[in-house]
């Protein structure tokens, strides 16, 4: 008798949805864990019309409860306030039918996520959950402090760089690349400022923004101070266009006020570029300054444009930390790696039933 594979229900926003989770997960999708575990995604979410959402919720609570009974485990992930809100349901199915659940939290900022409108919510949540997963350890010491919830029932798992194919040997041009929504969040006026301080001096080098958002605010920002010939602006990239930009880009550069673990990091890394960011999230876990990163504090412009001449001008620097930059993708951040982290976790979880 062939002995069934365990299954594990995949719970988060449609595969056809921008950003971070919808990342991740496709990075599980690439590995053997999704098939060793029999991973089933179960979209709750997609970007459409009300009605069009609403229907798609409701055929996939159709579709969890017909598969929840027969699975091994869930594995739900959810950030946002509007994000828990719709993965609740799942979560008391699957209590309902005693099936052990994870809840994957993918939260950037815990003042802006755990507010106090919606902090019952997360409570209730968290304490339904038999495994807690959540992208640094600054996040954990939150939710024990805050929450009160063991520390036992909590598994710090960072984000994986994407495997991606790219022709090292391609030329490098001078540009400095950014990729992510560009909004306020993300810090990205602040690095048009900060690369107006210095653009007069190096005509030669480009500010590249790959993303959705406020694109017209950043075109209208960088004519008023005289450098929209260096500003380019590619809205939201994909497949080669996206694989073309990060492998001619010289430097990245992620001005963030609040992230989880930042997804943009992970594919710089990937493509072995020298990371300019500040240390929000899980960044300061592993950032070293001038080491393997370059720092500098949210909001701070002119320690920006310091950063960014300094990395323009010392190319002996800038290899250094690219060399950083691909040992974080080969090694500690490598699909590899935290798919088998993630299978020790629904391991232990399981052998819990």
């Not at 492998?247 to 963030?256: D, G």
């Not at 930042?262 to 929000?280: C, E, F, N, Q, R």
Request: proline fraction near 3%.
């Amino acid at each position: 008798m062939i002995k069934r594979k365990p299954r594990v229900l995949i719970v988060a926003t449609s595969s056809k949805t921008r950003g971070g989770i919808t990342a991740v997960i496709k990075s599980y999708q690439s590995n053997k864990i999704w098939s060793d575990w029999d991973c089933k995604w179960i979209e709750t979410h997609i970007d459409k019309n009300i009605v069009f959402k609403g229907f798609f919720f409701v055929r996939s609570v159709i579709s969890f409860i017909g598969l929840v009974q027969k699975s091994s485990l869930v594995h739900i992930h959810l950030s946002a306030p509007v994000s828990a809100i719709r993965k609740y349901p799942f979560l008391v199915i699957a209590k309902n039918f005693k099936v052990p659940i994870i809840i994957h939290f993918h939260a950037f900022s815990e003042e802006s996520t755990i507010d106090k409108k919606h902090f019952n919510l997360y409570n209730k949540i968290f304490r339904m959950a038999d495994t807690i997963i959540v992208l640094s350890e600054s996040w954990k010491k939150g939710i024990v402090k805050d929450l009160n919830i063991s520390s036992d029932k909590i598994e710090v798992l960072y984000n994986p760089c994407p495997k991606i194919s790219f022709d090292n040997k391609i030329k490098k041009t001078n540009t400095i690349l950014y990729a992510g929504a560009l909004i306020n969040r993300k810090g990205f006026k602040d690095l048009i400022y900060s690369f107006a301080i210095i653009a007069k001096s190096n005509p030669e080098w480009k500010l590249i923004f790959a993303g959705n958002g406020e694109i017209n605010e950043g075109i209208q920002l960088s004519k008023e101070l005289n450098i929209e010939h260096q500003v380019v602006f590619k809205g939201w990239v994909s497949g080669r266009e996206k694989n073309q930009l990060f492998s001619e880009a010289t430097l990245f550069c992620l001005p963030s006020y609040a992230e989880g673990f930042p997804m943009a990091i992970l594919d710089a890394w990937a493509y072995g570029l020298p990371v300019i960011s500040t240390p929000v999230g899980g960044v300061p876990e592993i950032a070293i300054d001038g080491v393997n990163m370059v720092l500098f504090n949210s909001g701070d412009i002119n320690s920006l444009s310091d950063k960014l001449k300094i990395m323009i001008s010392d190319c002996v620097l800038r290899n250094k930390i690219s060399k950083a930059s691909f040992e974080f993708s080969l090694h500690k951040f490598s699909l590899n790696t935290i798919t088998n982290q993630l299978e020790s976790i629904y391991k232990k979880n399981i052998n819990c039933m």
